[in-house]
T-cell receptor, first 119, second 112 residues
Framework: GAVVSQHPSRVICKSGTSVKIECRSL??????MFWYRQFPKKSLMLMAT?????????EQGVEKDKFLINHASLTLSTLTVTSAHPEDSSFYIC???????????????FGPGTRLLVL | RKEVEQDPGPFNVPEGATVAFNCTYS??????FFWYRQDCRKEPKLLMS???SGNEDGRFTAQLNRASQYISLLIRDSKLSDSATYLC?????????????FGAGTRLAVHP
């Protein structure tokens, strides 16, 4: 089946630093990747939709200057949490939507997630 | 009102029991419906899609009632390995955008 990787799997950082999370589709190409955030015992919340070669589309309430998204190739999207603060501590999950013909329609493949702890 | 609402549970059931989860969604224009399973500290995994005609996959049966904006998941003969959080998910737009809206999940604990 389709595989999506995320790196790092967990990160601990000091308040004020920036953290970059990578999301890679390993065996398929994806023009669209999604970034979610999940707080403990809460639902996954879509943060933004990342489109290869264009600017990301952010959901209401998500600061685009705080969460920088770059989707430079069909297999890689990155999320950078800038000037991280303790309230940014969360589980960040990406998903990839295969190109037409590379997988079942509408099926998103999720990465294993990145657990961020900001001290 | 939340876009997707679920009973958070937890549902504590013995092995072999039948358990049903319910979900309601607020956007009548929602197009696609899914049940995902999420294990503790892991990513969600697609369990099954949900169709108006209902669909079954082994011990799992999903139903959709568009008129009531209601989705259900029935698990028969529960196994210990079924213990997880079950997420009700809808796609509000047809095709293209594929934005997934997740419910907060219903936790299931199956005990011996």
């Amino acid at each position: 089946g389709a595989v999506v990787s995320q790196h790092p799997s967990r990160v601990i950082c000091k308040s004020g630093t920036s953290v970059k999370i990578e999301c890679r589709s390993l065996d398929f190409q994806a023009t669209t990747m999604f970034w979610y955030r999940q707080f403990p015992k809460k639902s996954l919340m879509l943060m933004a939709t990342s489109n290869e070669g264009s600017k990301a589309t952010y959901e209401q309430g998500v600061e685009k200057d705080k969460f920088l998204i770059n989707h430079a190739s069909l297999t890689l999207s990155t999320l950078t949490v800038t000037s991280a603060h303790p309230e940014d501590s969360s589980f960040y999950i990406c998903s990839s939507l295969p190109l037409a013909g590379e997988g079942p329609r509408e099926t998103q493949y999720f990465g294993p997630g990145t657990r961020l702890l900001v001290l | 009102r939340k876009e997707v609402e679920q009973d958070p549970g937890p549902f504590n059931v013995p092995e072999g029991a039948t358990v049903a989860f319910n979900c309601t969604y607020s956007n009548s224009a929602s197009q696609s419906f899914f049940w995902y399973r999420q294990d503790c500290r892991k990513e969600p995994k697609l369990l099954m899609s949900v169709y108006s005609s209902g669909n079954e996959d082994g011990r799992f049966t999903a139903q959709l009632n568009r008129a009531s904006q209601y989705i259900s998941l029935l698990i028969r003969d529960s196994k210990l390995s079924d213990s997880a959080t079950y997420l009700c998910v809808v796609t509000p737009l047809p095709g293209g955008y594929n934005k997934l809206i997740f419910g907060a999940g219903t936790r299931l604990a199956v005990h011996p």
